[in-house]
């Protein structure tokens, strides 16, 4: 299941990073869930072993 989650941060920050995605073809969804992936999987759990496959918002 998929859920959604907000949070704040600088705007010139978002536009950035936006931009950032642009460029490299991706969304800014993905690199979030690559980068949450990456930083639980540097912590060995069962937890942590599922491999997420992108959703509806995913290139």
Same mark, same amino acid.
């Given at each position: 299941?998929?859920?959604?989650?907000? =949070?704040?941060? #600088?705007?010139? !920050?978002?536009?950035? =990073?936006?931009? !950032?995605?642009?460029e490299r073809k991706s969304t800014?969804?993905?690199?979030?869930?690559? =980068?949450?992936?990456?930083?639980?999987?540097?912590? #060995? *759990?069962? *937890?942590?072993?599922?491999?997420?496959?992108?959703?509806?918002?995913?290139?």
């Amino acid at each position: 299941m998929e859920t959604l989650m907000n =949070f704040r941060l #600088p705007g010139d !920050l978002k536009q950035q =990073f936006q931009n !950032l995605c642009n460029e490299r073809k991706s969304t800014m969804t993905t690199e979030i869930v690559r =980068f949450i992936l990456d930083y639980v999987g540097n912590t #060995p *759990s069962k *937890s942590n072993q599922r491999v997420w496959g992108g959703g509806r918002n995913a290139r």
